[in-house]
């Protein structure tokens, strides 16, 4: 029987899932191979997503462990086994997870030309452009054997999500991005940064990414998605977009950087298996050769555009500070953080939260509620999402007195 949780209990898992505990000094990544067992994904004309998937997630996860000094990767699944959507986010939140990677395979309903990679993060809209990727991996629904779970959350429960989540929505596109610079710099065709409404990632309380990392119904892609070279090259794009996402996070880490060097076989071997009753037989075919794949000459360089710090106002008299925040976070960032991209002065506040820390990050401080308003504007082209949030005697001050500080120091 479905078990409906108040809105107080849903909102306290969600809180504990998204804050990390202070006592705890590993930086914890969940890496999530899509689909599997029962559910092979998209699939190829020898090949199936779920293989692929779990292939490039091993690599990935060997790259981490072996380089990164202070992280705990953790699986959804190692093996060809099924993991309910719900189980995979219940994975990450139970393990107060810092940051949730689901790696999966792309395919097109109509022709057999698409190539590239794309990465997505998630979207609280309802409707998407994306629509045709999001109802190919929501589908693994129909393999459940409670698909009412996905319906039945209250309206209540289903806000307190997503208040929860907005907060993570700029950090996770930051990070789509940087895998999508490593895509490109391999030669990788470049399919864009999106925002959609996977369920996967809707149901995760830390930031939290879906990458599709080829096409497989193209007969090129598909051999370079099983090739050794293209296994261990995408894994790596992934784990060095990783590095430099935890590089201001955690101090002292020195992750190296990696060459994608294809000189082992897959972690993973497909297994010989049948499909499913339910699932379409792909029709077999002789292994093809490991495509070329040319990297190009020189890779693109990012420049940071610096911009120079807004006058400091200090709270004498009892008056009342405004700022603009740009981002929370679990963890206190450095300031020169790229989630900040060049910008100068940004201030950490650590605030509790039921017992738990977390970080909000501003920029600019002054006592006239019109001048802060005046900062946003000028940092908005940057950080679209950021606010103005209101600060007295060093404390964070919200609700009916904010409200009224507007009003008081126009």
Same mark, same amino acid.
């Given at each position: 029987?479905?078990?409906?949780? +108040?809105?107080?209990?849903?909102?306290?898992?969600?809180?504990?899932?998204?804050?990390?505990?202070?006592?705890?000094?590993a930086f914890v990544v969940v890496l999530d191979a899509g689909h599997g067992g029962k559910d092979p994904g998209a699939l190829g004309t020898y090949s199936k997503e779920k293989n692929i998937n779990l292939n490039v997630v091993l690599k990935l996860g060997k790259l981490i462990e072996q380089n990164c000094r202070g992280?705990?990767? #953790?699986?959804?699944?190692?093996? =060809?086994? /099924?993991?309910?959507?719900?189980?995979?986010?219940d994975i990450a939140n139970n393990a107060k997870a810092d940051l949730f990677i689901s790696v999966h395979t792309n395919s097109t309903a109509s022709g057999n030309t698409a190539r590239g990679s794309e990465t997505y993060s998630l979207?609280?809209?309802?409707?998407?452009?994306?629509?045709?990727?999001?109802?190919?991996?929501?589908?693994? %629904?129909?393999?459940?054997? !409670?698909?009412?779970?996905?319906?039945?959350?209250?309206?209540?429960? $289903?806000?307190? &999500?997503?208040?929860?989540?907005? +907060? !993570?929505?700029?950090?996770?596109?930051?990070?789509?991005?940087?895998?999508? @610079?490593?895509?490109?710099? *391999?030669?990788?065709?470049?399919?864009? *940064?999106?925002?959609?409404?996977?369920?996967?990632?809707?149901?995760?309380?830390?930031?939290?990414?879906?990458?599709?990392?080829? /096409? #497989?119904?193209?007969?090129?892609?598909?051999?370079?998605? &099983?090739?050794?070279?293209?296994?261990?090259?995408?894994? $790596?794009?992934?784990?060095?977009?990783?590095?430099?996402?935890?590089?201001? %996070?955690?101090?002292?880490?020195?992750?190296?950087?990696?060459?994608?060097?294809? =000189?082992?076989?897959?972690?993973?071997?497909?297994? *010989?298996?049948?499909?499913?009753?339910?699932?379409?037989?792909?029709?077999?075919?002789?292994?093809?050769?490991?495509?070329?794949?040319?990297?190009?000459?020189?890779?693109?360089?990012?420049?940071?555009?610096?911009?120079?710090?807004?006058?400091?106002?200090?709270?004498? =008299?009892?008056?009342?500070?405004?700022?603009?925040?740009?981002?929370?976070?679990?963890?206190?960032?450095?300031?020169?953080?790229?989630? /900040?991209?060049?910008?100068?002065?940004?201030?950490?506040?650590?605030?509790?939260?039921?017992?738990?820390?977390?970080?909000?990050?501003?920029?600019?401080?002054?006592?006239?509620?019109?001048? #802060?308003? @005046?900062?946003?504007?000028?940092?908005? @082209?940057?950080?679209?999402?950021?606010? #103005? *949030?209101? /600060?007295?005697?060093?404390?964070? %001050?919200?609700?009916?007195?904010?409200?009224?500080?507007?009003?008081?120091?126009?």
């Open positions: 029987m479905y078990y409906k949780p +108040n809105i107080f209990k849903h909102l306290f898992t969600l809180l504990i899932g998204l804050l990390v505990s202070i006592s705890s000094s992280v705990k990767v #953790i699986y959804t699944r190692k093996t =060809d086994k /099924f993991i309910e959507l719900y189980e995979r986010a979207s609280l809209e309802r409707a998407t452009s994306n629509l045709e990727v999001v109802k190919r991996e929501n589908s693994v %629904i129909q393999y459940e054997t !409670n698909r009412q779970r996905y319906a039945a959350m209250s309206v209540e429960n $289903t806000i307190m &999500n997503e208040i929860i989540q907005s +907060n !993570n929505m700029r950090t996770s596109a930051l990070f789509a991005k940087s895998i999508q @610079d490593e895509y490109v710099s *391999v030669g990788r065709p470049n399919k864009g *940064v999106h925002q959609a409404g996977f369920l996967v990632l809707r149901k995760t309380a830390m930031p939290s990414v879906l990458t599709e990392l080829g /096409f #497989i119904n193209t007969p090129s892609e598909e051999a370079y998605l &099983n090739s050794e070279q293209g296994i261990t090259e995408l894994a $790596t794009c992934i784990y060095n977009a990783f590095r430099k996402y935890i590089s201001p %996070i955690l101090r002292g880490v020195d992750a190296p950087a990696v060459q994608p060097e294809p =000189d082992e076989k897959p972690a993973f071997e497909a297994p *010989v298996d049948e499909p499913d009753a339910n699932e379409e037989k792909p029709q077999p075919k002789p292994q093809p050769q490991t495509p070329a794949h040319t990297k190009p000459a020189t890779q693109p360089q990012t420049q940071t555009q610096s911009t120079a710090p807004a006058k400091k106002a200090t709270s004498s =008299d009892g008056k009342y500070e405004f700022k603009v925040q740009i981002c929370a976070s679990s963890r206190n960032l450095r300031p020169d953080s790229e989630q /900040f991209k060049g910008l100068k002065g940004i201030e950490s506040h650590p605030i509790t939260i039921n017992g738990r820390q977390q970080y909000i990050h501003t920029y600019g401080s002054t006592t006239s509620y019109a001048a #802060i308003k @005046d900062v946003q504007a000028k940092i908005k @082209d940057k950080f679209a999402d950021c606010f #103005i *949030v209101v /600060f007295k005697d060093g404390q964070r %001050i919200i609700g009916d007195e904010a409200n009224q500080a507007k009003k008081k120091q126009p």
